[in-house]
């Protein structure tokens, strides 16, 4: 089981971005998939989430700005990223929680490899 995020890069100020994620695996369900960010010598932080029955929560500085969306049957998570700041500047991860697998195995949570988003001034 293994996500793979993909689409950072190098943007200005007030510019967007799309991040995607996909999960690979015999997966059955993953009731919630999201992103989350860190920047050097902080703590990662919820940036985006979504639950299987499309319940979303965002971080306060990027609502509004930023939407998070899936597709279930491809096992994807998406964020749209518009009006960037440079505070946005972080690697982003992509994560799923209680994932069930089609041979009924159960993972808590998982994480992929980071993105890199830079905003620039």
């Known amino acids: 089981l293994q996500l793979q995020a993909f689409g950072g890069g190098l943007v200005q100020a007030g510019e967007s971005l799309r991040l995607s994620c996909v999960a690979s695996?015999?997966?059955?369900?993953?009731?919630?998939m999201g992103w989350y960010r860190q920047d050097p010598g902080e703590t990662r932080e919820l940036v985006a989430v979504?639950?299987?029955?499309?319940?979303?929560t965002y971080k306060d500085s990027v609502r509004g700005r930023f939407t998070i969306s899936r597709d279930n049957a491809k096992k994807m998570v998406f964020l749209q990223m518009n009006s960037l700041e440079p505070e946005d500047t972080a690697v982003y991860y992509c994560?799923?929680?209680?994932?069930?697998?089609?041979?009924?195995?159960?993972?808590?949570?998982?994480w992929g490899q980071g993105t890199l988003v830079t905003v620039s001034s």
């Open positions: 994560n799923a929680k209680r994932i069930t697998t089609m041979n009924n195995h159960r993972y808590l949570e998982v």
């Open positions: 695996g015999i997966i059955f369900t993953i009731n919630e």
């Open positions: 979504m639950t299987i029955d499309g319940s979303e």
